[in-house]
């Protein structure tokens, strides 16, 4: 499995952006769908998104569907989260996951990061 570590969280206005960064350990990486995750307090953990292992397919939930987009850097075994328009609704903590030759929908019990947090103030 790959060891995840997020970066990039922060505080932001509403309307403003982000770009969280989740890299990961080991040579396999180009074989790991990777999905991004956020839980907001008191609530659940959400998925919000992943981009599949073997090219540029993207998933996105609805809720980020035109304000977030997926992408990565085989070369640097990074994700990006790049997030536009924020609002106070996307505060949380932000995750990255790993699952090997996974489905862009999911399921993600493979690998975690220890997560990142994001604030969006009105």
């Known amino acids: 499995q790959v060891q995840l570590v997020e970066s990039g969280g922060g505080s932001v206005q509403d309307g403003g952006s982000l770009r969280l960064s989740c890299a990961a350990s080991?040579?396999?990486?180009?074989?790991?769908?990777m999905g991004w995750f956020r839980q907001a307090p008191g609530k659940e953990r959400e998925f919000v998104g992943a981009i599949m292992w073997n090219g540029g397919t993207t998933y996105y939930e609805e809720s980020v569907k035109g304000r977030f987009t997926i992408s990565r850097d085989n070369a640097k075994n990074t994700v990006y989260l790049q997030m536009n328009s924020l609002k106070p609704e996307d505060t949380a903590v932000y995750y990255c996951a790993a699952e090997q030759y996974g489905r862009v929908r999911g399921p993600f019990g493979g690998s975690w990061g220890q997560g990142t947090q994001v604030t969006v103030s009105s």
């Open positions: 080991g040579r396999t990486f180009s074989t790991y769908t």
